[in-house]
């Protein structure tokens, strides 16, 4: 009988934390296709010659957060003033003369609302 408790009890062990990694897995796909959907988003704002410019693929585009500030970024909707955003980043080829291209993504409706600020 206590062996059978046991045994039981080691079952139900192995069963949660499985559920459990299996769950974090999930999580963590779902965060990086999110990250995939803002940068293909900011990609498709590009016009054709800042896509030439583009070090590498829009998969390799570097995101970060950041409170929109209209002293650092170009703004189309001045209401997302002071509202956190995503910043997508590209790497140029002429980085060293304009920096690279930056565009400020409303991440909940995939939106471009803005870019950073070149030379």
Same mark, same amino acid.
């Given at each position: ?5 046991? $045994? ?7 069963? !949660? ?8 897995? @999930?999580? @963590? ?9 803002? /940068?293909?988003?900011?990609? @498709? ?5 800042? %896509? ?14 950041? !409170? ?9 909707? /001045? ?5 956190? $955003?995503?910043?997508?980043?590209? /790497?140029?080829?002429? *980085? ?5 291209? @930056? ?5 909940? *409706?995939? %939106?471009? $609302?803005?870019?950073?600020? /070149?030379?």
């Amino acid at each position: 009988m206590k062996t059978m408790l046991i $045994l039981a009890s080691i079952s139900f062990s192995i069963l !949660i934390t499985g559920c459990d990694m299996t769950n974090k897995q @999930s999580e @963590s796909k779902t965060i990086e296709t999110q990250m995939k959907d803002v /940068r293909e988003t900011a990609w @498709s704002s590009l016009s054709p010659s800042e %896509k030439k410019e583009v070090i590498g693929t829009w998969k390799e585009a570097s995101i970060t957060k950041v !409170i929109a500030n209209p002293q650092k970024f170009y703004l189309d909707d /001045r209401s997302y003033e002071g509202k956190e $955003l995503t910043v997508v980043t590209f /790497r140029s080829k002429k *980085s060293k003369i304009l920096g690279d291209i @930056s565009k400020l993504v409303d991440e909940k *409706s995939q %939106k471009v $609302l803005g870019a950073g600020f /070149r030379e």
